[in-house]
């Protein structure tokens, strides 16, 4: 319907004719001066790249129109423009009525702003009137003047709200679409990473954001030129054909590596000479970037229904047949806009919506298909860890039952070595006295051997009954019942010794770590008295750097050490290391004639 070429009048009422659509180039550089030459008789909508290529500055249009008004009379008429692309100014029989907010770069942007204004009868006079529309134009961008309505407010005003619907109602609601599912798409993804089809749709969703941003802006942003602003939209444009294809693939979870590969490529590419190339060549570039843009839409809508085919999946079949839907909206909307005419409305504005929903519930479905998977796994997966629950349950009982079995073996060892150490050093030395005795021993002799035996017993089994064992109050007191038992079996065997415990404990020791000390001390003392021949024995303990020092010294025969470690005959020698580096301890021994001693030391 071209509403410039038609006469739009209300019974009864003031009427307004359009009687001629003239335009023509400015003649002075700043494009304010009218022309008085040139003028070419046009229909609007008009688009002024048929008939001036390459064209970049300022046109005047010219509509002549008649104004009658019954006499007593008074009505307004409403000037309704859909479109100035890109902007202008519009004069009232030389009366400035509007105009955009900037005429020069970064020009305002109202090719996609639809405007209407009430003339006044006091602006306008019976008979004929002009108005003048200076249009700012930008080759590639297809500058022109778009249609124009002039009639009483209430038929005008109603034509006015249906451009409004069209060319912001309709944008407005696809940006704020595009860039709710978008950012939803997104947070799925963010906590979903293997969820790669909504990454991609949430990039296609947020590239066409950009797109519509461009369409519904009336200033430019961050003050770019228009044609930045047109090589940022072809881009955008590209980018979203190439994005719509990988969200496809991925939703139907196929790969097409060096497809993909040649994409970023030619995206790069593009992205590249949009930067480089002159304004001179930009129009053939942005003709080229737009149809490769379409022809990529409609190959993907096509490939996709075989690929759909391939994998067998519901979601994908009702993919691919939203596809060969925007596919026919796509060839009906690119058909009218590389004809150049305004004529026909855009159906992809009034589907874009729908089929922008209809995309995610199809994702939502992929989604809901993944979580049920997912729910079916967790409830297999639970039952496998309450059947693995129980097996471990199993084998931890079975492994209690050998730890016990292996503490009480533990324990017998040790008992062994608390009776070798203990109880079989004085059977050791009873035996020495026995055998040394010139004389037949007496029954309170026999007594008194078997006593200390029993005492030897007791002590091993007050030790090993209970963790609470105290430690003496100092090492005099520690070493007091051994030095005791030993003392008189030295002047028995006409050995002398010598004594040397500190008063008190500089780092007191632990209850095992008193008994280890002891053991050693028995071990060597029942050695010396058994093997070494001694004459004099020295027994100390000291502390020094954290240390304590534990050390018992003879002037026997001496014996070599590393032959008894080798031959593994000391049964006595080996459970004092092991005592030792349980406890974090050391054992040194030296022996030679003459001079013999073992050494404990134990960290703090």
Known sequence: MAFASHSI???????????????????????????????????????????????????????????????????????????????????????LLWQDKSLVEPLSRSWNMPRYWNLSPSNIKQGQNIIWVRVVGVTTQDSGLGHVVLAAPEVAIPQYEIFWLKQRVLNFFNLTFFLTLGTIAFLIWIFRRQEKAFGWFSLTCMIWVVVMTNVSITEPPLGLATLQIARINIVMLFAYSLCSCLYAWRFAQQAFPRIEKTFLVSFLLVALSAILLPDRSLSWFLLLIFMSAILINIVNCISFSFIAHKVKQTESYLLAALFILCLLILLHDAYFILIGTDNHSSLMAYTSPAITLFIAIILALRLAKNMSRIEKFNETLENKIITVKTELNESLSTQHQLELQNTRLQERIHLAHDLHDSLGGALVRSIAIIDQSHNNLSNQQFLSILKLLRDDLRQIIDHGSSNGVKVPESPILWSAPIRHRFDQLFEELDIHSEWYFPEQWEFQPTPLECLTLLRIAEEALTNIIKHSQAQNVSIELCFSEQQLIFKIADDGIGF?????????????????QTRLEHLGGKLEIQSETGKTYVKACLSF
């Open 9 to 95: 009048s209300a019974p009864l009422k003031c009427t307004a004719t359009i009687q001629s659509v003239q335009v023509a180039k400015t003649t002075g550089q700043d494009g304010i001066q009218r022309p008085y030459t040139g003028w070419q008789t046009v229909t609007l909508p008009d688009r002024w790249y048929k008939r001036w290529y390459d064209y970049t500055g300022s046109a005047w249009y010219k509509i002549v129109w008649d104004y009658h008004c019954p006499k007593d009379v008074v009505s307004p008429m409403t000037l309704v423009i859909n479109s100035i692309n890109m902007a202008g100014q519009i004069y009232v029989n030389d009366e």
């Open 560 to 576: 070599d050490v590393e032959a008894v470690q080798h031959a593994g005959i000391s049964v006595g020698l080996r459970s004092m």
